[in-house]
């Protein structure tokens, strides 16, 4: 699939239905939660610095679950505590929102929730002082150009830069197949090749977004970047890579069952790439429009279970579906996937009473140079 084709393609399951990324992003919205002090700080930070009197604010790779309304929620009240500290005989600056993600997402989803948003600002607000707040959808990769030069001055992606901008190239023999049969991404059993072409299109990629990034944020601007990624060197291990090995491993159950076809998982790649922190800051400092200020690696606290009774297994196949749907069922159809996620979500329960999965999550923050 090229990069057009998964332009187009890609996105969170939208609505609010059972398989929906905003009823099934509790993991995402715990490692936001997690990372939250640092984000704000970053923000107040930047505002004591700079106070503008117009903040322009962009989440890139919003997608469509409470989860944006909540962060814009926070960052407006964490402007106004340090505005109150600093310039409190001044009127509260103005916030543009840009809400950015593929064109797929479901946008309406979020501004459907607007009205009551604003009704919650305005109560929120102390001695009648409400700020003028502007929200508006930018659709479109980040991998480009998203907004006008010199016009944002934070900039906050949660889980959003572990996608690539397309499936490696590499990944592909001279006939068109994949070299990584039997995975849909990097696995145990992958050649080497397989890696090789991951770290490749995430150099690239990376390196990209921070180039054009450095052309819309404004001199120490900031941005927060909080992505999944892995702890060391290799990369097969029992964090994140390890949730798509038994991805694989549950198409690959129904391969054996006769359900689908082993062309089908052979053929199925996935655009991830979870980066080491060395990976990351290589790449900053090769690019060098920005400075790193801080880089945490946060493990999100793992619930064997939900306050409904389901088992962390079902919960991160919940997770994961909201994810991947959009991507699976054109490839094997949707008939199969209710099957395929019941699949997945007893092997996760089976592998974590065998011996812990610890996907790790970083956070990343940047600071524009001059």
């Known amino acids: 699939m090229d990069k057009r084709d998964l332009e187009r393609e890609f996105h969170m399951t939208g609505g609010d239905g059972k398989t929906s990324y905003a009823r099934n992003s509790t993991f995402q919205k715990k490692a936001s939660d997690q990372a939250k002090h640092i984000t704000l700080e970053t923000l107040q930070e930047l505002y004591k610095e700079t106070k503008p009197k117009s903040l322009g604010i962009a989440d890139l790779g919003c997608s469509s679950g409470p989860n944006t309304l909540s962060t814009i929620r926070d960052i407006i009240k964490a402007v106004e505590f340090s505005h109150s500290q600093e310039i409190p005989?001044?009127?509260?600056?103005?916030?543009?929102?840009?809400?950015n993600d593929l064109p797929g997402n479901d946008f309406n989803a979020i501004f459907k929730s607007l009205p009551d948003f604003h009704i919650e600002v305005k109560r929120d607000a102390k001695n009648g002082g409400c700020p003028s707040i502007f929200i508006a959808a930018y659709p479109g990769s980040f991998y480009g150009r998203l907004f006008p030069e010199n016009n944002i001055h934070f900039i906050h992606a949660s889980y959003s830069l572990h996608w690539l901008s397309k499936i490696p190239p590499a990944l592909y023999d001279d006939q068109g197949k994949s070299v990584n049969k039997g995975c849909v991404n990097i696995c145990s059993s992958s050649p080497e090749a397989v890696s090789k072409a991951y770290y490749s299109q995430f150099k690239e990629d990376f390196s990209m977004f921070l180039r054009f990034r450095s052309k819309e944020v404004v001199a120490s601007g900031r941005m927060v970047l909080i992505m999944l990624g892995r702890e060391g060197p290799d990369h097969v291990d029992?964090?994140?890579?390890?949730?798509?090995?038994?991805?694989?491993?549950?198409?690959?159950?129904?391969?054996?069952?006769?359900?689908?076809?082993?062309?089908?998982?052979?053929?199925?790649?996935?655009?991830?790439?979870?980066?080491?922190?060395?990976?990351?800051?290589n790449e900053?400092?090769?690019?060098?429009?920005?400075?790193?200020?801080?880089?945490?690696?946060?493990?999100?606290?793992?619930?064997?279970?939900?306050?409904?009774?389901?088992?962390?297994?079902?919960?991160?196949?919940?997770?994961?579906?909201?994810?991947?749907?959009?991507?699976?069922a054109p490839h094997f159809g949707e008939d199969i996937l209710d099957k395929l996620f019941d699949i997945y979500g007893r092997m996760v329960d089976e592998e974590l009473a065998k011996e812990d999965i610890r996907p790790i999550t970083f956070v990343v923050v940047l600071k524009r140079k001059p």
């Not at 001044?90 to 929102?97: A, D, I, R």
């Not at 069952?257 to 990976?279: C, I, N, R, W």
């Open 238 to 281: 029992r964090g994140n890579s390890f949730f798509w090995e038994l991805l694989a491993r549950s198409i690959a159950d129904l391969v054996a069952q006769g359900v689908t076809e082993e062309e089908k998982l052979d053929s199925y790649e996935m655009h991830f790439y979870a980066p080491s922190a060395a990976e990351i800051e």
């Open 89 to 99: 005989s001044q009127p509260l600056p103005e916030f543009s929102f840009f809400l």
């Open 284 to 328: 900053v400092n090769k690019e060098g429009s920005f400075e790193i200020e801080k880089l945490e690696m946060l493990e999100v606290d793992k619930e064997k279970g939900d306050e409904d009774g389901v088992s962390y297994g079902k919960a991160a196949a919940k997770t994961v579906r909201a994810v991947q749907e959009s991507m699976l």
